[in-house]
Each structure stands twice: as structure tokens, then as C-alpha cells.
């Protein structure tokens, strides 16, 4: 397996995608601030090893579905920070044209299938595109993100159980930041996820959803097997969200202490570390991994700013595809 | 009298009421312990009720409104938050082929008295899949009861009746109104399922208006009456049981009906309110055609200057109500 830390190209790509990602939700969680963003936000500042990590296993080819906390997915699939600074500003140049914001983001030239609002709404859908993959024979693998919430909904399951019997081309990587909303996952079920993807019939591991290297491995094998022909898998990536679920949360279900605790965690840190430690990137190279991270963000806030607004005389238009 | 409560406030009071006085009343939802309720309805009733009585789940609606079925059957008061009316989807077995039909199917010998709450409707930006306006759907199906309130008062004197009744009951409580203020007098009882209120009177024109386009409608008869069109302005709260009397007897007086929802205009509940009318001895007086004002038929989209091109405002109910009385 590559180590993704050790090899300089890649481990710049990777840095560059969690900086992206970092500063994008910077910028987003300041303009919401400021009153210039409308709507609610759920950032995932602090999980970005997961979509980074993932994505860098896939084929541009390859598919996603995303969640509510999309951001990160999509900008590590490949979307342009403009046209999603642009979505999330309401205009006419964003991806969805103004009609999904945040929680509906997606890029689907770049294989993002869609964010949703729904918990638990892309599992059945991802296991939908591994079967159309299936009946047309292409060789495409389907990753569907979601939350570890996710796994008590019905959709899930039934999703999960679809993918394992046709032996569909699909990974599943949950998130596991450890709170649906204010529910402790250990709340929440008596189970481990794992075990719970295990009583599908479906291989799945657990790993440390801060480490960029576990994250990559373990999609790795399970994409190869998916490809292959072998079925899906499921995969655990466990980390933490160091901002509130959404906007209007006030943290009364966790601790102050324990969100420090994971911050020290920060897998930004964690791979800048482990790249340096390599001898894969110099102390330069990381500024300018973050430098052109803020430049990007910046332009991308500067270009949707200038953008037209999305335009209500077009909302009848896209109702019904044509 | 005391001083005015919120409309989430007034919410919150019916429920500690409702939890004080009948040990059979519980609540189940998502985040309505620690968290406080999504939009913070349920509040500190975790600390007072305890976890047991305000009971936290799973991210699992189905399962949540089955298990508040079952408990209903079993001689309990279930009160059910759903985070957001949108996700009613997802209970839909439970609510539409369990909750509303196991009284009838049974013969009358069970009955399933269960609340279900659900924030609903747009103006927050949570676009297409956050944001409807579902009420139809509910309306449409017997066995159950549907419930708009539009007024603190009302949001509790309603929800304490939904409680007492023993029959499925959905309460949609507009998002946009949670934070609006009104009156509750202390000690403020029930307020019986099927009455409408008659929200103001006037003799040329009758607005029928249900949740948040109540207080649009109020704005625009306001608007109206300084150019000289009086408008009776009627909120039926409960869409089912309706309460249709009221309706009927201003349309006689006006000869104008304009009819307003946010929900979209195809096979919306006021479509039933027009043909109801038509059907009625009140048709005969019609002066005008009936006028519906409704959101479009489209979802509701994320960008502000969208999602209020959307729906009706109060400039739209203005034009509509004056045609209605200078052009016929
Ligand atoms: C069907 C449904 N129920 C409830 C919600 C409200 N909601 C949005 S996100 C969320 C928590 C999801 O938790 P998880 O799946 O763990 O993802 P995370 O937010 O932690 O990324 C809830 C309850 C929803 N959007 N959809």
C-alpha cells in the first residue's frame, strides 16, 4: 500500500484538499457570521482526513453521495471552490443554480451524486448507482458518505442489505464523529457500526478517521474489492466535529474539555507531521500548501461575491426535466 | 393577565401542563432532551420531566412513530417530535397505514391517541427538503386530524386538546412563528379542534387563510382597509375537522372568497375549501370567482430572493383581494 505521507506528490495533493477544505468552511462559517450567508451550515472543520482520504482512492470516474455536512466531499471529489462559494451565496453561477445551498451541494460532473438533506438518503441511492454500474458493465464503484447517525435510519438498512446481496460495486464509509446531533452513537445502538455492517454479510473495519494513511488503506481495499466484483464493504472512519452540529447548537451534549481533546487531534497537524517525519514535504512546502489554500478560497469568495444572483424568474424552469 | 409568551414558549407550556397532569403523557423525538428541541421547543423539560418522560431516540422516524402507535394502543399519551414536517416522509407507514387506521380496522375497540409535532413550511433557507408544506397529505387521509396553529394562544389551547383527543392528531407548527409573541392569558384552557377563528371582519371580502399566511392575510386586510376594502380574514386551525360554517356564512355576507396557502397549488388543502364552497348554499351568493393564492408549484429552493418568490406575500394578497372586489 502506498504511504500516502511518504510520497511528495501525493501527500501535497492530500494537504492542499484538507487546507482547501479547512479554509472553505473557515470562509463560509465567517461570511455566515458576518450575515451574508443565509440558511443554516454544517461544517465538518476537523473531520477532513475522512473525504480527503477516500476520494484519493477513487477514479474521477467513480461516484459519491454525500450528505448534510457536504462540503468537504464534494471539494475532495474535485468540485471548484467558485461555483460552490457561489451555491452557498445564492447565485445564478452556483452549482445548483441557487436552489440547493449547502445541504444540497453537488458537483455531478466530477461524480458527486448529490449532498442531502435526508439522513440516511444517499444509502440506497449509492446502492442504486452500483447496480446501474452493474447492468451496464462498466467497472465504476459508488462510495456513499454518511454520518453515524445514519445507521439507525431504515433507509440505511435496507440500502446496506440491497448493495449485499446483488454484491454491488459500493464502499460505505461512515463518518463516525461520534454525536447524531446531540445523540452519542453509543447511545444510540448496542452494537458497534461495524458490527452492525457485519449482520449484512459484508466485510468492515474500523479505523482512525483522523490518520489520513488508515482512511486511504482501508477505502483502498475496499474500492479493489468493489471493482472486482467481490461486493461492498463497509468502512469506519471514527473522528470528531469540532463546531456545533449545525447553527443554532449550543454544545450542552458534550464538553468543553472533550472538544479540546480532539482538537489536539487536528488531522491537518496529524499529517503535516507524519509528511515531514517522511522527508515527503519541507517546512516550505506545507506553508505553501496552506498559502495557496487561502488564495483559492479568497478568489472563490471574491468571484461568487460578483457573481449574479440567482434569478427568480427562472424558478418555474427545472421543475420537471425537459 | 400575564405578559405575552412566544409561540414555542406557548408550546412548551402545554406540554409541561400536559406532563404534569397525566402521568400517561410522554414525549419521544430526536434532540428534545439535552439539546432542547431542534428549535428549541421542549427546552429545559428534560431537567423537569426527566429522561424517562422526555425521552431522546435514535434518528429513526419510522421507528419513533411506530413505537409512539404501539405505546398510544397500550394506554399511553405519546407526543411525538419530528425534527422537521419534511421527515414525516420516512414515518409514513406508521402515520398513514398504522396510526390512522387501526381504530376503524379494529372495530372501534382500539383507539391510537397520539400527537405528532412537526416544525413545517419555508423562510429559513433550508430549501427543498426542510422546507414544505405537507398538510395535504394529512388532510387527505381519514382517521387522522390535522392542526394549524397560528397563534401562541392558539399553539397551546390546540396542542392540549390534541393531547385529550383520542385520536391521531399532526400538528404543524410553522417555523416562521415560533418566535413571534402574542398573548396566553395564565390558566388558558383548551382550544377545541374543529373551531375556526374569524380573525377579523369586514363585509366585501373573505381571506381564508391557514398558518403562517394568516398573519400575511392580516398585513394585507390591514393594507386593504386603508384603500377601503373590508376583509373578514378567517384561520380554520383545524383543517380536519373543519369547521366550515364560519367560512360559508362570510362568503354569503361578501361574495368574495380569496383563499391562501403557502403549500403548492395542485390538489392543496384549499383547493377542498374552493370546492367545498362551490358545493355549498353559499355559491349562489358568489360575486366573483373563487381566488386561490398559493405557493408555486415547485420545490422550495435555498436562495432567499427564490424561496420568497415562492410563496405568497403580503403585496400579492393586496392586489389579489383589491381585483377581487374592484373588478367584480
Ligand atoms: C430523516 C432525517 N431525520 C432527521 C434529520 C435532522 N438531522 C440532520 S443531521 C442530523 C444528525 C445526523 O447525524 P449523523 O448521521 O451522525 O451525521 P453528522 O451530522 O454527525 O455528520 C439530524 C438528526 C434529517 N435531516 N433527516
Redesign the pocket.
Known sequence: MTGVSADPDLARQVLGTMWRIRRFEEAVDELFARGLMHGTM?LSIGQEAVPTATCLALRPTDSITS???GHGHCIAKGAALDRMMAELLAKRTGYCRGRGGSMHIADVATGNLGAN???AGGVPIAAGAGLAARLRGTDQVTVSF?????VN?GAWHEGVNLAAIWSLPVVFVC?N?Q???SMPSTKASRTTLAERASGYGIPSTTVDGNDVQQVYDAVTDAVARARSGDGPSFVEAVTY?WKG?SKSDKNLYRTRDEIEQWRERDPITLFEAAASEMGALAAADIDQCREQARQAVRSAVQAAMAAPDADPAELADAVYAK | MRSDLTYAEAVREALAEALAADERVFLLG??IGVYGGAFGVTGDLVHRFGPERVRDTP?A?LGIVGAAVGAALAGMRPVVEI?FSD?TA?AMDQIVNQAAKIHFMLGGEASVPLVLRAPTGSGTGAAAQHSQSLEAWFAHVPGLKVVMPTTPADAKGLLLAAIDDPNPVIVLEHKLLYRTNGPVPAGAGRVPLGTAAVRRRGADLTIVATGVMVSRALDAADQLAAAGVAATVIDPRTLTPLDADPILASVIETGRLLLVQEAPRTCGYVAELAALVAESRAFGYLRAPIRRLCGLDAPIPYAPQLETACVPQVPEIVTAGGELVKEW
Request: aromatic content about 12%.
Open positions: 454544517h450528505t448534510h455536512r438533506g435526508i439522513v454518511f454520518g453515524d447517525g445514519a435510519e463518518e464523529n454525536y447524531g446531533m466535529r452540529h | 430526536e434532540d434518528i422516524e425534527q421527515f420516512q
